[in-house]
């Protein structure tokens, strides 16, 4: 039976939406979970404690076990107290989820520079700091004890951040760069015991209730989510490490990163052109889309 029974599970993000999904799904499988929330609204505008303390009292009146914590999680400070007080508990932090994010898109020519930062803040640093100083435990320990206790680490990217979506330039490239994180962080963590993977959510919830619109079908829906997170956090997954899914409408898609499409090399060794380059124009690109108008696209079918 798959149990997270005795383990120490700190979600960001988790008084709404995914987050709170998620922890709902972590505390029935017996793990006690660390409610983090700092309570803004989807665009990261304002705070409300209540936010993580309501998250924790619906999950203990189903007779979970949980903790609330209303760190900022892109404060240097906050997010270290945060993680130190998760690995207090017990002397070990099994389940890191990086879930907390913000929203604010406009065109490249639109944007704010305060919308550009703000959405680098949250979820770059607020992914970073987490993951850091819980990095740092996790050595620690390794190095004190000689032994690699496991841990498990969700970060959360996005279709918009795999599939370059038009409107969202500061949310995409913060989520591509989430996504490359999951994997530079499995490589150096796997020394500790240490996995960390990635995922692109899908589902209705106040984040994305304008794309969705009247969608009311529960296939949409953030529990549909949670399961695969679960499995993630949980030993059933090990081996497992620095890969992106795309989870949500009943589906995981197992993602790869860039690879490449064509090549075009100079020969013997010799420099490459420019004249060799326009030369090698169907060598490179074959008959392949050469312009985003012909990508796939982000899209909820
Ligand atoms: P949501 O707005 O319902 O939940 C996000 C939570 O993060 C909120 O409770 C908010 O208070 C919290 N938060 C924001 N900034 C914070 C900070 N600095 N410190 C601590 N908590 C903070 O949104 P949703 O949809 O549940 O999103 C969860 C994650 O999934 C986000 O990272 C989002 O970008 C990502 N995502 C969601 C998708 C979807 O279909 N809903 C699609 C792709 C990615």
């Known amino acids: 039976m798959v149990t997270l029974d005795g383990k120490t599970c700190l ?14 799904s972590m505390a029935s499988l017996g793990g006690h979970v660390v409610v983090n929330d700092l309570g803004g609204a989807f665009d990261g505008t304002g705070a409300d404690q209540s936010a993580a ?16 914590n209303t760190a900022d999680v892109a404060d240097e400070e906050q997010a270290r107290a945060m993680i130190d007080e998760a690995f207090d508990r017990t002397g070990h932090l099994d389940v890191l989820v990086c879930n907390a994010g913000i929203l604010r898109d406009r065109m490249v020519f639109n944007m704010s520079i305060e919308d550009w930062d703000s959405v680098q803040r949250v979820h770059l640093r607020g992914h970073f700091l987490p993951l850091h100083y819980a990095a740092k435990r996790w050595r620690e320990n390794a190095k004190t004890t000689g032994e ?6 969700v970060l959360t990217s996005s279709r918009s951040g795999l599939y370059s979506s038009a409107g969202q330039i500061n ?15 499995a490589r150096e963590l796997a020394q500790y015991g240490v996995r960390v ?3 692109a959510p899908m589902a209705k919830t106040r984040m994305t209730e304008g794309t969705f619109g009247e969608i009311t079908s529960t296939r949409w829906g953030p529990a549909n989510v949670a399961p695969m ?3 993630l956090a949980s030993d059933e997954s090990a ?8 989870v949500g409408g009943g589906r995981v898609e197992w993602m790869r990163t860039w690879t490449p499409q064509g ?9 490459l052109t420019m004249n060799d380059v326009i030369a090698g124009r169907a060598q490179l690109f074959g008959d392949a889309p050469t312009t985003p108008a012909d990508f796939p696209t982000a899209t909820w079918d």
Do not use: H
């Not at 960001?12 to 987050?19: E, M």
């Not at 690699?148 to 680490?153: G, L, T, Y």
């Not at 081996?239 to 795309?246: C, L, T, Y």
């Open 11 to 24: 979600i960001t993000g988790a008084g709404n939406g995914l987050g709170f999904e998620y922890a709902k």
């Open 53 to 68: 303390m309501q998250a924790v009292k619906a999950l203990e009146a189903e007779g979970g076990s949980a903790s609330a």
């Open 148 to 153: 690699k206790r496991p841990a498990s680490v």
């Open 171 to 185: 949310y995409a490239a913060a989520k591509a760069g989430i996504a490359s994180m999951a994997t530079v962080a």
């Open 197 to 199: 993977n990635a995922i």
């Open 229 to 231: 997170i679960s499995y």
């Open 239 to 246: 081996g497992v490490s620095g890969q992106v899914f795309i």
């Open 263 to 271: 090549v075009l090399e100079a020969e013997d060794g010799q420099p």
